[in-house]
């Protein structure tokens, strides 16, 4: 396992993140080369970056990025689910009682504010 690697799982098994002056002493290297490691995981944009101080030295707190997950949120009308995403029925969206249900739904929402 690579040094970066090592890094990677120690900052992404703490939950908080790690600061950058206790990584260096985690894995057992010098700073210079923690701040190697740290850029080229920035650079790989697999961690975050910020300001920070820690026992009263400033520093960085490190944190692993978020996954970004799909949203549905423009598929939704409230619970209901557009009947059209895999829809293999052969019809015609202006004739569609599902599709009119779903749209019924979202004006529903709309009168109640109960949009996303």
Known sequence: MSIEETAYNLIRDSKEGVFQNEL?????????????????LLDDNLITREQA???GARTYLLKVKEEEKPCFDLLLSGEMFSPC??????????????LTAWVENLNDNAETGEMC
Request: hydrophobic letters at 25%.
């Open 24 to 40: 260096w002493k985690m894995l057992e290297i010098d700073s210079r080369k923690c701040s190697r490691v740290v850029s080229k």
């Open 53 to 55: 101080v820690s026992n």
């Open 85 to 98: 995403a895999g829809c293999r029925d052969a019809c015609q969206p202006e004739t569609c009682g599902k």
